[in-house]
């Protein structure tokens, strides 16, 4: 067994993707990382860095051979493993552990083995795929980290030298800039649900609504004052000047949220409307 007597913590601040160092460090611990044998980063050789971690409940990796025939060997509905399952990839290779009461297992997976990558994603999960030389194709399917997929396979394909990126590459989202412009003027958190974004649906809606209920306080003050000061035509035209107010800042909204539907559908990860929302998100660049 390699121990790895590095900081936890400096490891997953020099990592790509984002990752807990108690994912790392722990194998049961209140942050959810679930082993018996070994922490993740004991199966890291004393040079090797981790880059991105991606996490499954359940069915672990799905193995689908040539001829035709799939195995999931951890899937806990059929006896597998009784815990969770991590893909976890380094600047070595990518390291499969799943969490068994009775002995963890581990895969490994080198980068000259692998000769296709691809990945995909539903409204709430993504599954990145590796394909060996043989044929065989590795699927692992997350809901925690399905954001950090892309990006994932993209880092997976640039270090595998037999992968061709025009062939491998994954087909981008389904989507159409008319609908995506529309959604976005329409209410921006939706631009967010459109691209399958949705705690960054979330937290737009949060600050969105939290502007706009400062907005409303702000015109209930401003009415009363301006009453006072110009009675009749007063309240009018404060009226119209929040209203202009308010859709410069929706607008603004509008076209920070489709700059990021635009982003997200070219692989990358920007979130320009929820930077400053409940103190700000960070995601590595795919």
């Known amino acids: 067994m390699v121990v790895d007597e590095r900081d936890p913590a400096a490891l997953a601040d020099a990592a790509a993707g984002e990752m807990e160092p108690a994912h790392l460090s722990e194998l049961d611990g209140w942050r959810g990382t679930c082993l018996h044998d070994r922490p993740l980063m004991a199966y890291l050789q004393p040079d090797e860095r981790p880059e991105y971690l991606l996490r499954s409940i359940g069915t672990g990796i799905e193995i689908r051979r040539p001829d035709g025939t799939e195995e999931r060997p951890d899937d806990v509905n059929d006896?597998?493993?009784?815990?969770?399952?991590?893909?976890?990839?380094?600047?070595?290779g990518i390291h499969y552990v799943a969490g068994?009461?009775?002995?963890?297992?581990?895969?490994?997976f080198d980068y000259d083995d692998v000769v296709g990558v691809d990945w995909?994603?539903?409204?709430?999960?993504?599954?990145?795929?590796?394909?060996?030389?043989?044929?065989?194709?590795?699927?692992f399917r997350t809901n925690p980290d399905a954001s950090a997929?892309?990006?994932?396979?993209?880092?997976?394909?640039?270090?595998?030298?037999?992968?061709?990126?025009?062939v491998s590459r994954a087909p981008?989202?389904?989507?159409?800039?008319?609908?995506?412009?529309?959604?976005?003027?329409?209410f921006p958190p939706l631009g967010y649900?459109?691209?399958?974004?949705?705690?960054?649906?979330?937290?737009?809606?949060?600050?969105?609504?939290?502007?706009y209920v400062v907005l409303a306080v702000v015109y209930v003050i401003g009415v009363l004052i301006s009453g006072v000061i110009l009675p009749g035509i007063g309240p009018l035209l404060y009226?119209?000047?929040?209203?202009?107010?308010?859709?410069?800042?929706?607008?603004?909204?509008?076209?920070?949220?489709?700059?990021?539907?635009?982003?997200?559908?070219?692989?990358?990860?920007?979130?320009?409307?929820?930077?400053?929302?409940?103190?700000?998100?960070?995601?590595?660049?795919?």
């Open 172 to 186: 981008d989202r389904a989507w159409s800039p008319l609908v995506a412009t529309g959604l976005s003027a329409l």
């Open 239 to 286: 009226t119209l000047a929040l209203v202009a107010t308010l859709v410069y800042v929706h607008v603004g909204y509008a076209r920070e949220t489709y700059a990021d539907t635009v982003a997200l559908n070219e692989g990358r990860r920007e979130h320009g409307v929820v930077d400053d929302a409940l103190g700000g998100f960070e995601e590595a660049d795919g």
């Open 120 to 139: 995909e994603e539903s409204l709430t999960t993504a599954t990145l795929s590796i394909t060996d030389g043989t044929g065989t194709t590795y699927r």
């Open 79 to 92: 006896g597998g493993s009784t815990r969770r399952q991590f893909l976890l990839i380094s600047d070595w």
């Open 193 to 211: 649900v459109y691209t399958r974004e949705l705690w960054v649906a979330v937290a737009a809606l949060i600050r969105i609504v939290i502007a």
């Open 100 to 108: 068994h009461e009775d002995g963890d297992s581990h895969r490994t």
């Open 149 to 166: 997929v892309p990006a994932a396979a993209d880092y997976v394909r640039g270090r595998a030298p037999a992968v061709d990126p025009a």
